[in-house]
């Protein structure tokens, strides 16, 4: 398994061209004065403004290949370059950003994933009867929800109502607490960071705000999560050895836990780590509803305003997370399932 | 047994979630307080925003979004007196400059400044005049592309910019050939220009120059004062002549105060969160007019969605929100909220007609020519199509439906905000089809009404305002002929760059925010032949304004006396109603939305910043 995990590793550099070689030539479709853009925040914003002088400064006007080898020859100084639309280099910009990603993700996918798998069975179970009919409806209706409609909808009724999940990552209170120097930090993560220097109240307040964001990614994904484990379920109490089991007079509970449950999860393992990637790679409107400004935000705000530099180090991150998560599923495979063997 | 650990495991994350959930539930209530259970602190103002600072660095930083910022941290010479736009009271100079007092040379070039004793830094130190002429001349020699510092290097030596003036100095026409020598005189001419005597600081001017204090006012974050000995500290320049280039256009970023600040001002810094695009700070306890009332300010510019800002006032969670102009009818009427709208502030719109289009394979004139399929390159030079265009626009509905009544229809190119310069009963365009129609009998020779026209006009995204804007004006010129034709189109800022820049787009939708209160600084961009607007125009346009404009704008920059300036500027609004070089589509208003026990809100048409916080406090009764 060693030498999988390492040949799978090798592979990441090659992967990391193909993506930031892609943007790239891509970018390379854009001219100087598409690019210089990013210097001037907006139409009313071009006053006495020398572009010329700023494309010369920046070296905008570079062949592709030239900026494609100068951006590489500064990766390799560990140098991914200044985000224009973040106000600090990129990789200080993913650095602060992904720890509330990270966060998110963290309080999310639990939820998610028993949430999930919880309904997908019972939902399996009782096929075509009123309780699968229920947790189908409410499957349908959620997946099929936008994001900026659920999100809005949890916040007003969370905050605007009950007043209960305030929006952003800390109240202002706790916000200057956290500003003081007697705080120390962590990870980024404030639950994490408030419990290790023993402030429960920071640490209720960072919860609070969590809340809300975590509920709408759970019900956005829990549907899809329901219906992979309800067909996966029923599939596997279709198959012969359950019927078997059955028929050897085992009870209905051990059967499904023991024989159906533990193959049925396996799809699931797959799609979770999809969402996993998803999650991780940061949710835009998620984030933006709950000003949690986490790696979709910086991204989409990179994007738009076409922040080169942002834009490539946030995908060659990605690139990285996504190979090594999809590596640690394989490996994961192999685990659950004796029949997957690693070479 | 691996079925029953994942049971367990969600039996117990289960448990934890809704403890959690239940726990987290109760918390509020106890953390509540004030009226209708929502939070009041009476020492913590929360502003949030949309939008952050581009940098903290006054010699850079040209968006309201920085102003806002630097604003509370610095502060100038002098400051606007309350409620009006030309009377000054004394700030960091102990006495306003005026020919009467002396302190103004009788020519109007030499300004004497005497510095205010006994005012302190953040750090404690104590501001010498040492440390004003430093923050000139640092500020001035920085001199950043894109940045504000044309508005003090024009009336100190007459130039744009301190190449330019390293360019006159050493006889050459690029910046590249300046040799050392030059160099050198180009830092000793600024550091002669700005000189410390005894406890004043005196401004050798090239020229005379009436907007000279208001480009040096309470607002203008390009003439704040620095504290000299810090920012040599903290990598800025040495203050020597010899060594100005090793700062000079640095990019943002490497500049000494692109994220720190170190004012006199009121608040001091605690900290720029960029990531969170938040800033801290704190009242300053030794300030000299006394510590501000609130000692925490939050401005967190982070907030791009209005709905979640919406609630985080009603809540309470924040003192005061940005509302923008479409959204305001949401704020009316919520409890414990007020909304302030029609705040006149110096900002207008228009829609620019290109002259010489640059016709080149280019998509939005058609077949370029004047065919009924298109447009020729000079249709705009034509004055009674500028003036049909002008009386095609439905000037009315757009205020009443799309700016919500927050504007009004202009005068000409100065905004209401200035009304002391023009005449208010002066001409203004109305929306008349009739009229309009008449001039596009006339354009041409009458081969425009006969034929007809097709051209594109373009807004860019996501500013839904504009687009409006042009969709209205596109109903008011279809309905006129039917052989008319126009198109519009949206366009993301980073595609519309290249093509405005290249002179591609027939009209171009803009808005200009006033540097400082005069005249001057709306005249010029709009109509002198080498103002920012007028660069979209086209040779054509350039040689139009030059020949109709550049006088009378040069007349008003060089003449002090007040009446003859009003009188000036009273001409200037009237021909640009007269020859249309724009279409000026309205001057916009401002509105504040802050929960009721805000107290102590002036509203001042100049100031970047929404609050000036120094003048706030929070109160429940």
Redesign the interface.
């Known amino acids: 398994m060693l030498s999988y995990i390492v040949r799978r590793l090798l592979f990441l550099p090659v992967v990391l061209f193909g993506v930031t070689a892609l943007i790239f030539a891509l970018i390379s479709t854009?001219?100087p004065?598409?690019?210089?853009?990013?210097?001037?925040?907006?139409?009313?914003?071009?006053?006495?403004?020398?572009?010329e002088?700023?494309i010369r400064?920046y070296n905008l006007d570079d062949p592709p290949l030239k900026m494609y080898l100068r951006w590489v020859k500064n990766l390799l100084q560990g140098n991914l370059g200044?985000s224009q639309s973040?106000?600090?280099t990129v990789t200080?910009?993913i650095a602060?950003?992904f720890p509330a990603t990270l966060e998110l993700t963290l309080f999310a996918v639990?939820?998610v994933i028993?949430g999930g798998?919880?309904l997908g069975v019972i939902s399996a179970l009782h096929h075509n009867k009123p309780l699968d009919h229920a947790t189908r409806i409410m499957a349908i209706t959620l997946w099929s929800m936008p994001d900026f409609v659920l999100g809005?909808a949890v916040?007003?009724v969370g905050?605007?109502v009950?007043?209960?999940?305030?929006?952003?990552?800390l109240?202002?209170?706790a916000?200057?607490e956290v500003?003081k120097e007697s705080f120390r930090s962590f990870t980024g993560m404030y639950t994490l960071d408030s419990l290790l220097n023993l402030r429960l109240d920071i640490f209720?307040d960072a919860?609070?705000h969590i809340?809300a964001p975590v509920f709408t990614l759970a019900c956005l994904w829990w549907a899809f999560m329901l219906r992979i484990t309800r067909s996966s379920m029923l599939d596997v109490l279709n198959q012969d050895y359950v019927r078997t089991a059955r028929a050897k007079g085992l009870s209905e509970k051990t059967v499904i836990?023991?024989h159906a449950?533990?193959n049925a999860?396996i799809p699931v393992t797959t799609v979770a780590s999809s969402m996993l990637l998803g999650l991780l790679g940061g949710v835009m409107i998620v984030e933006?509803?709950?000003?949690y400004?986490g790696l979709g935000l910086l991204t989409s705000t990179a994007a738009?305003?076409?922040d080169v530099p942002c834009v490539v180090g946030v995908a060659l991150f990605y690139a990285v997370i996504l190979v090594v998560v999809n590596l640690v599923v394989d490996v994961l495979y192999s685990i659950?399932d004796p029949r997957v063997r690693l070479e | 047994m691996k079925g029953k650990v994942w049971l367990w495991l969600v039996i117990a994350l289960v448990v934890i979630g809704a403890g959690v959930l239940i726990w987290t539930g109760q918390a509020p209530k106890q953390e509540t307080g004030g009226a209708q259970g929502v939070k009041f602190d009476p020492n913590i103002f929360v502003f949030v925003g949309s939008g952050d600072a581009e940098t903290l660095d006054p010699s850079k930083a040209y968006d309201t979004a920085s102003s806002e910022i630097i604003f509370q941290y610095y502060e100038n010479l002098l400051a606007y007196k309350e409620g009006s736009l030309d009377e000054f009271v004394p700030m960091l100079a102990t006495e306003v400059p005026s020919v009467a007092n002396g302190l103004i040379s009788a020519d109007g070039k030499t300004y004497t400044f005497p510095i205010r004793k006994g005012v302190k830094f953040h750090n404690g130190a104590e501001l010498t005049p040492e440390d004003v002429e430093y923050s000139f001349e640092r500020n001035i020699l920085a001199d950043p592309t894109g940045g504000p510092m044309w508005m003090l290097i024009e009336p100190l030596f007459g130039v744009a910019t301190i190449k330019d003036l390293a360019c006159q100095i050493a006889g050459v026409d690029s910046f590249d050939q300046v040799n050392e020598a030059a160099l050198r005189a180009t830092g000793q001419r600024v550091m002669d220009a700005i000189e410390v005597d005894g406890d004043n600081v005196v401004f050798h001017l090239s020229t005379p120059y009436p907007p000279f204090l208001s480009i040096l006012a309470r607002n203008s974050s390009w003439s704040c004062i620095l504290n000299k000995e810090w920012m040599i500290a903290n990598g800025a320049w040495d203050g020597k002549a010899e060594t100005w280039t090793k700062w000079h256009d640095l990019p943002t970023e490497e500049q000494a105060l692109f994220e720190k600040a170190m004012g006199t001002g009121p608040y001091k810094q605690i900290e720029w969160d960029r990531s969170n695009s938040r800033h801290t700070m704190e009242a300053h306890a030794d300030y000299w007019r006394g510590p501000a009332a609130i000692k925490t300010v939050i401005v967190n510019n982070g907030v791009t969605e209005f709905n979640t800002r919406k609630l985080m006032l009603q809540k309470g969670e924040a003192d005061a929100i940005y509302v923008p102009v479409e959204n305001s009818p949401q704020l009316e009427g919520m409890e414990g909220v007020t909304l302030i709208r029609n705040l006149p502030r110096l900002n207008n719109v228009c829609a620019i007609f290109n002259q010489e289009i640059n016709a080149v394979d280019n998509e939005f004139v058609g077949s370029g020519k004047l065919d009924g399929n298109g447009i020729p390159p000079h249709f705009f030079s034509d004055i009674n199509i500028r003036k049909a265009f002008c009386y095609a626009f439905d000037y009315d509905s757009f205020i009443e439906q799309v700016v919500l009544g927050e504007a009004s229809v202009p005068y000409g190119v100065i905004p209401m905000g200035l009304s002391d310069f023009f005449d208010t009963n002066g001409p203004r365009y109305s929306y008349d089809l009739e009229k309009a129609e008449e001039y596009f009998k006339k354009a041409f020779g009458g081969e425009v009404w006969e034929k007809g026209f097709k051209l594109t006009l373009v807004w860019n995204i996501p500013n839904t305002t504009r687009k409006t804007a042009c969709e209205i004006l596109e109903h008011g010129i279809e309905s006129i002929n039917p052989k008319f034709q126009v198109e519009v189109q949206g366009m993301e800022w980073a595609t519309m760059l290249p093509r405005r820049r290249e002179g591609r787009l027939p009209m171009v939708f803009i808005g200009w925010l006033a540097d400082y209160a005069d005249p001057h600084n709306f005249v010029y961009p709009y109509v002198h032949s080498k103002g920012d607007f007028m660069a979209f125009t086209g040779e054509l346009g350039r040689k139009f304004a030059a020949a109709e404009f550049d006088e009378l704008v040069n007349a008003g920059i060089n003449e002090s006396d007040q009446a003859k300036r009003i009188a000036i500027y009273s001409e200037i609004q009237k021909k640009t109603i007269e020859l249309a070089p724009h279409l000026m589509l309205y001057d916009a208003y401002d509105r504040r939305a802050h929960r009721d026990w805000v107290k102590g809100f002036v509203f001042d048409p100049i100031c970047p910043a929404n609050y000036d916080f120094y003048a706030l406090s929070k109160s429940l009764d």
């Open positions: 854009l001219g004065w598409t690019r210089v853009a990013t210097f001037v925040p907006s139409p009313d914003a071009e006053r006495h403004v020398d572009l002088a700023i400064k200044w973040s106000h600090m200080e910009a602060r950003r639990i939820p028993i798998i919880f809005l916040l007003m905050f605007g009950l007043g209960w999940f305030p929006p952003g990552r109240s202002a209170w916000e200057l500003l209720w919860l609070r809340i836990k023991k449950l533990g999860l933006t509803v709950f000003n400004p738009t305003r076409l659950i």
